[in-house]
């Protein structure tokens, strides 16, 4: 069938994610907070062939995704991001137009988990704002360590912002002892089929200590109670997050492409 480019709506978007919501969890996320802008590639029978969403993190999922070249520059994005074939197929006809990259970073898989480790009995809890002290710092470098940029540095105030609002729509967890961060984490993306991690944090002392394994069993105990399955990404070279990841159990499902501006 051909595809027509259009502005979907709110009922498309959400069952074209249907028909894959780990790959496409951030997608419904956004589509059901109603806080992003989308385009679709738009087959004859009402259906979608490939969505896009157009912001800061320009997201492309599906097939043909080369048709949203012109729209997803024009939305300056500073990073492509989402399943590898879609962000391939986008960045191989718009190149140009998207300017050189500062990294570019293929084959990142992606991890689900469907049933609930056991239980490691941690100190595991939600955030609360009395906790962004702490927190804002451990965030900021956590997102320098994945993205090569200090957020603190780029915008302090709406950095801290953001990660408040995280806080405060129960979207962030920490396991924190003695003014040590031993394991955070904030969900990125939250729908009814699945929730996706993000910025799975310790603090440097803390580290190779088995804080983390234990933590995150314990923050997938919690989430999967609530959702069927969990997910998150991680670089391709970053073996010591792989090896945890694969031993408490996830699974590898697809893999990721970001393309870094």
Known sequence: MRARLVEPSIDQVLAYCADDPIERVFLEDVGRRGSGRFAALEREDGTLRALCHLGTNVVPSGDGCAGFAELASRAGPRMLIGEQGAVSQLWDAGGRRFGR??????????????????????????????????????????????????????????????????????????????????????????????????QVWVDPPARRLGYGKRALRDLLVRLLDEVPAVCLFVRAENAPAIRLYETIGMEHVLDYRSVLF
Not at 125 to 132: F, G, K, V, W, Y
Not at 165 to 187: H, Y
Request: charged share 30%; proline share 7%; with cysteine.
């Open 101 to 198: 990259p500062r990294a570019d970073r293929r084959d990142q898989p992606v991890y689900r988990m469907t049933s609930a480790p056991a239980e490691a009995g941690t100190g595991l809890r939600p955030a609360t704002t009395a906790d962004l002290d702490l927190l804002v710092p451990a965030c900021a470098r956590a997102h320098e360590e994945e993205l090569g940029v200090d957020p603190l540095r780029r915008d302090a105030n709406g950095f801290r912002w953001r990660t408040r609002v995280q806080v405060e729509e129960g979207r962030s967890w920490v396991w924190i002892e003695d003014g040590l961060i031993l394991f955070k984490a904030e969900a990125s993306a939250w729908t009814p089929a699945a929730v996706q991690l993000q």
